[in-house]
């Protein structure tokens, strides 16, 4: 990780150094940091940054930004197509056998583990943490010294946190076989993964029997703490996953579960509310101020829902009314209407993904553990999916339409001489179901690529849930999505993707061979019929 790459940073640093006792760079500090053997040059660096000034700063940048030259017995910095002297600063020209300085990944590093050590007594509190973050991944006994003066002066607990295992890790290279058992010893106390893999990197090279079972002793214990990240993590995703189905499969709910209606562009319509959520971003980039760009995802909620409901509204009325009770003809049909819709999507949005970006409240994660993050992306889905369940679960059990749906659904005859006009309530329905489907493209678009071929990664998962919970059964749909989603994560963090949805796959199979009508079978005339 590099923290500064361009000159203009490198004078931000200046500021930084008071807390340090400078020492005026050389020429032949200049000379041993610039050729040579690698390891001479990082210890000759590691000896120049603990007592820095200002052109020791400069010059250090100037070598990370590969802008040095140098002879037999010179050294020369390139800034602005001149050459300057990095000891006097006065301007030099640079002989026709200067040669580039070539730093490979390890001096890289050296050279940004050195700007992290300038970095140490920045008064920009994130500026501390981010070096002190950098010196962890890079320890060095060489650079303690200035790790320990920092860490006198800090005053934010948590950057001295930091620091205190910046120490400990640099002691884990001392010469001193104590210092290195203590060094594993204080580490334990970080339940990290990077902490891990520094002791394991040292586990490697030691050769103390003493100091390697302390080693081992305090992987062990990282281990036992890291294990439960691990299962939160899965836990975390299968719920995430489970969420995005539940998502996909509530429209089919309606579609399929209570109407019958096998329909293939079910995957389609939760591609249009994607692109109208995409559409919705356009509009606030270019018509709203940069502060209301957030909005925009509030905005295509209902917009995506409406896209998709009228589309389906469309579909319902032009085709799926003429096949009711011909299922073969409504699959082919809808197949159809799907491709037609991938197209008429690529003929207006063009063949390649469109970027639909997270508004900054749903931007970075929850940091839980130490191994384990959770992205606001995901948890604004489980979110938005829990009340989009809760939306729907309240219209078709508590308002006028939902008791009209329930009625057709279970009895259309009595339905229609009770005098409700079922034509009207199957559009109503369908148009439901697919403003739902586009509320998923929506929240799809937070997560994934946005494309016409967005809604065919969800289409048979989504049958499977509806299928697995029962036809007609909500319950049974979000059981079976939740139930599905952590099955899944859990079988692919031990025998890897493909591997779980084979074994997914062969689950529903075998679930449906013992239960064909689902978690939860139907009650009523419904079932008889």
């Given at each position: 990780?590099?923290?500064?790459?361009?000159?203009?940073?490198?004078?931000?640093?200046?500021?930084?150094?008071?807390?340090?006792?400078?020492?005026?760079?050389?020429?032949?500090?200049?000379?041993?940091?610039?050729?040579?053997?690698?390891?001479?040059?990082?210890?000759?660096?590691?000896?120049?940054?603990?007592?820095?000034?200002?052109?020791?700063?400069?010059?250090?940048?100037?070598?990370?930004?590969?802008?040095?030259?140098?002879?037999?017995?010179?050294?020369?910095?390139?800034?602005?197509?001149?050459?300057?002297?990095?000891?006097?600063?006065?301007?030099?020209?640079?002989?026709?056998?200067?040669?580039?300085?070539?730093?490979?990944?390890?001096?890289?590093?050296?050279?940004?583990?050195?700007?992290?050590?300038?970095?140490?007594?920045?008064?920009?509190?994130?500026?501390?943490?981010?070096?002190?973050?950098?010196?962890?991944?890079?320890?060095?006994?060489?650079?303690?010294?200035?790790?320990?003066?920092?860490?006198?002066?800090?005053?934010?607990?948590?950057?001295?946190?930091?620091?205190?295992?910046?120490?400990?890790?640099?002691?884990?290279?001392?010469?001193?076989?104590?210092?290195?058992?203590?060094?594993?010893?204080?580490?334990?106390?970080?339940?990290?993964?990077?902490?891990?893999?520094?002791?394991?990197?040292?586990?490697?090279?030691?050769?103390?029997?003493?100091?390697?079972?302390?080693?081992?002793?305090?992987?062990?214990?990282?281990?036992?703490?890291?294990?439960?990240?691990?299962?939160?993590?899965?836990?975390?995703?299968?719920?995430?996953?489970?969420?995005?189905?539940?998502?996909?499969?509530?429209?089919?709910?309606?579609?399929?579960?209570l109407m019958g209606v096998i329909n293939m562009a079910h995957g389609e319509l939760m591609m249009i509310g994607a692109y109208a959520t995409y559409v919705m971003q356009g509009i606030f980039q270019r018509y709203f101020p940069e502060s209301m760009f957030g909005w925009y995802l509030v905005a295509a909620i209902p917009v995506s829902f409406l896209?998709?409901?009228?589309?389906?509204?469309?579909?319902?009325?032009?085709?799926?009314?003429?096949?009711?009770?011909?299922?073969?003809?409504?699959?082919?049909?809808?197949?159809?209407?799907?491709?037609?819709?991938?197209?008429?999507?690529?003929?207006?949005?063009?063949?390649?993904?469109?970027?639909?970006?997270?508004?900054g409240w749903m931007s970075g994660g929850f940091t839980m553990l130490s191994n384990v993050t959770l992205p606001w992306n995901r948890i604004g889905i489980i979110i938005f999916a829990a009340l989009v369940l809760l939306a729907m679960g309240w219209l078709i059990g508590r308002t006028r339409l939902g008791l009209f749906v329930r009625g057709v659904?279970?009895?259309?005859?009595?339905?229609?001489?009770?005098?409700?006009?079922?034509?009207?309530?199957?559009?109503?329905?369908?148009?439901?179901?697919?403003?739902?489907?586009?509320?998923?493209?929506?929240?799809?678009?937070?997560?994934?690529?946005?494309?016409?071929?967005?809604?065919?990664s969800y289409i048979v998962d989504s049958f499977m849930v509806v299928v697995m919970g029962g036809v007609g059964q909500l319950a049974g749909t979000v059981y079976a999505a939740m139930g599905l989603g952590i099955l899944n994560k859990f079988i692919e963090g031990w025998a890897g993707a493909v591997l779980a949805k084979i074994a997914v796959l062969?689950?529903?199979?075998?679930?449906?061979?013992?239960?064909?009508?689902?978690?939860?079978?139907?009650?009523?005339?419904?079932?008889?019929?």
């Amino acid at each position: 990780m590099r923290f500064i790459h361009s000159c203009a940073a490198a004078f931000a640093l200046l500021a930084t150094f008071s807390a340090l006792s400078a020492h005026a760079l050389t020429a032949d500090e200049a000379k041993a940091i610039a050729s040579g053997d690698t390891e001479a040059r990082i210890a000759a660096l590691d000896k120049a940054v603990l007592t820095a000034d200002e052109k020791t700063a400069a010059f250090i940048q100037a070598m990370a930004d590969d802008a040095v030259k140098y002879t037999a017995d010179k050294v020369f910095v390139i800034k602005d197509d001149k050459s300057y002297d990095p000891v006097t600063g006065a301007e030099a020209k640079v002989p026709d056998d200067a040669e580039d300085v070539v730093n490979n990944n390890l001096m890289r590093g050296a050279f940004d583990a050195a700007q992290a050590v300038l970095q140490l007594t920045s008064k920009d509190d994130k500026i501390r943490a981010d070096a002190a973050q950098a010196l962890l991944k890079e320890p060095s006994e060489s650079r303690l010294p200035a790790v320990e003066r920092a860490l006198a002066a800090e005053t934010n607990p948590s950057i001295k946190a930091q620091l205190e295992l910046v120490s400990a890790a640099s002691m884990l290279n001392s010469a001193d076989p104590a210092k290195r058992i203590l060094a594993a010893k204080a580490l334990a106390e970080r339940k990290s993964p990077d902490i891990k893999l520094l002791l394991n990197q040292r586990l490697a090279d030691e050769t103390d029997a003493n100091v390697k079972s302390a080693i081992a002793a305090s992987i062990a214990s990282i281990d036992g703490a890291l294990v439960w990240g691990d299962r939160i993590n899965a836990i975390f995703s299968g719920i995430s996953l489970g969420s995005v189905l539940l998502l996909a499969a509530l429209g089919l709910a309606i579609t399929y579960g209570l109407m019958g209606v096998i329909n293939m562009a079910h995957g389609e319509l939760m591609m249009i509310g994607a692109y109208a959520t995409y559409v919705m971003q356009g509009i606030f980039q270019r018509y709203f101020p940069e502060s209301m760009f957030g909005w925009y995802l509030v905005a295509a909620i209902p917009v995506s829902f409406l896209a998709s409901a009228l589309v389906g509204a469309v579909l319902e009325r032009g085709v799926i009314r003429f096949l009711y009770g011909r299922p073969l003809e409504t699959l082919l049909a809808t197949w159809g209407i799907s491709l037609m819709l991938q197209q008429m999507v690529r003929s207006l949005f063009g063949a390649q993904n469109v970027g639909v970006e997270n508004p900054g409240w749903m931007s970075g994660g929850f940091t839980m553990l130490s191994n384990v993050t959770l992205p606001w992306n995901r948890i604004g889905i489980i979110i938005f999916a829990a009340l989009v369940l809760l939306a729907m679960g309240w219209l078709i059990g508590r308002t006028r339409l939902g008791l009209f749906v329930r009625g057709v659904t279970q009895n259309r005859p009595i339905a229609s001489c009770m005098g409700v006009n079922t034509a009207r309530i199957d559009t109503y329905a369908f148009a439901l179901g697919s403003g739902i489907a586009g509320l998923a493209g929506c929240a799809l678009s937070q997560i994934g690529n946005v494309g016409p071929d967005l809604g065919q990664s969800y289409i048979v998962d989504s049958f499977m849930v509806v299928v697995m919970g029962g036809v007609g059964q909500l319950a049974g749909t979000v059981y079976a999505a939740m139930g599905l989603g952590i099955l899944n994560k859990f079988i692919e963090g031990w025998a890897g993707a493909v591997l779980a949805k084979i074994a997914v796959l062969v689950f529903i199979i075998i679930f449906i061979q013992k239960r064909p009508q689902g978690i939860f079978a139907m009650k009523g005339r419904s079932a008889e019929a």
